[in-house]
């Protein structure tokens, strides 16, 4: 009977070593298998024992160490080193990688089981993370574990504990707290930013250029005037290659985010937007002005927008949007308030198309300015699809 449970026990953990070591082959049994559980390697060594019929002072001679060293072993109190699992690959015929890769996964596992205690201080902090919406979007793997829970919400993350994620995500350099406001879900905030950290990781970018992306800028500028689906693929294709990496990352509940603005890199931006408010004007706005903010900005600072900012950074960045998608050059738009409904409509599609800009756009820049009610010419937006 120990005999057929030495065996099952090796086959189990064989640890994968052909995984870890290809060039290696498997003794235990020619499996694969890739435990979730830890052993301690003195059970293995005991098992090993028994099946051979050899005393622990025979083996102690086998591998010129004292018969404590080994019963030390063989009860757990003593880590199998190195040194040692070399001698017993000598002397058992089982592969050295095999016994320093149980040790590890041994040690590996205690360290696991200490942090699970260590993160069970912390029980509070998953109710701030929207672990539905993340499990959804399939950003991580649900667990009924609530442990486990934590720790994968950590490493979507990319932080090793709680306080490392409140210094990092939870109080980062957000531009609009020099205004006073605060982040009612900063939990909601830091995983949409993260979501959109990881589509940018996935974009491959040229270094920064001012001037190229200025020249990108004007470019993506005309492409408003079409349906957004068919032409956001060539504004981010166009600012990868001017250094920035545009992501569109579909909004959070409650996260009230319309964009962010941060470096990456020194050398390579990150404009995010959300897109909530569905429509494709508002998110061109929040896009040029994310653009603003690349351009005039520092590069340590995170900006964010939607959340009622009101710094001088958000005003030059809104300034810098309006005016590059309806330049003050291209003629006066209270003109087209004193003109009829029906020839308003037209006169906004008309002066849009003489600027090369979306109609949308310059019916929403009327409306902010105070030229036209919220429900005038609503047939020149057109939804996010």
């Known amino acids: 009977m120990r005999t057929l449970r030495a065996a099952v026990l090796r086959s189990r953990l064989n640890v994968s070593i052909a995984g870890i070591y290809p060039n290696t082959a ?17 059970e293995i060594l005991r098992e090993s024992l028994e099946e051979r019929g050899m005393a622990q002072s025979e083996l102690a001679i086998r591998i010129g160490q004292t018969e404590k060293a080994v019963c030390q072993m063989v009860q757990g109190n003593a880590p199998v080193s190195c040194e040692t699992a070399l001698k017993l ?20 596992q205690q360290v696991r089981d200490a942090s699970r205690e260590q993160l069970a201080e912390h029980p509070d902090w998953l109710k701030l993370i929207p672990w539905p919406e993340l499990v959804t979007r399939g950003a991580v793997e649900d667990s009924t574990d609530k442990a486990d829970r934590l720790a994968r919400a950590l490493a979507f993350f990319g932080v090793a504990d709680v306080p ?3 210094k990092l995500w939870g109080r980062p350099g957000y531009a609009f707290k020099r205004s006073g406001n605060s982040v009612k879900h900063p939990g909601k905030v830091a995983a949409w930013l993260r979501l959109g950290e990881l589509a940018a ?16 800028l004007k470019r993506i500028r005309s492409l408003t005037c079409q349906p957004l689906g068919s032409v956001w693929p060539e504004a981010v294709s166009l600012c990868a290659e001017a250094g920035v990496a545009v992501t569109l990352t579909k909004p959070i509940p409650s996260a009230g985010i319309d964009g962010a603005t941060r470096w990456l890199t020194k050398d390579r931006a990150l404009i995010q937007v959300s897109g909530r408010h569905q429509w494709e004007d508002v998110l061109w706005f929040a896009f040029f ?29 809104n300034t810098f949007a ?4 309806i330049p003050p050059a291209a003629g ?48 020149l937006k057109r939804r996010i699809q």
Request: charged share 20%; glycine share 10%; hydrophobic share 40%.
């Open 89 to 108: 690959e000598r002397a058992l015929g089982m592969p050295a990688r095999f016994w320093n890769n149980l040790q590890s996964i041994w040690q590996e």
């Open 322 to 325: 309006a005016n590059l998608l």
């Open 289 to 317: 002005h994310e653009a603003g903010h690349v351009l005039m900005h520092g590069k340590r600072a995170i900006f964010l927008e939607g959340m009622g900012a009101d710094s001088q950074e958000e005003h030059e960045a």
């Open 164 to 166: 490392a994620w409140w």
């Open 332 to 379: 006066d738009l209270s003109s087209l308030k004193r003109r009829s409904m029906p020839a308003t409509q037209k006169a906004i599609g008309d002066f849009a198309r003489s600027i090369e800009v979306a109609p949308g756009i310059v019916r929403g820049r009327m409306q902010h300015d105070g030229l036209l009610a919220p429900s005038a010419c609503h047939g």
């Open 201 to 216: 990781s996935r974009v491959e970018c040229q270094p920064f250029d001012r001037d190229a992306f200025l020249a990108a």
């Open 26 to 42: 498997n003794t235990m049994g020619g499996l694969a298998f890739q435990p979730d559980y830890a052993v301690r390697p003195g």
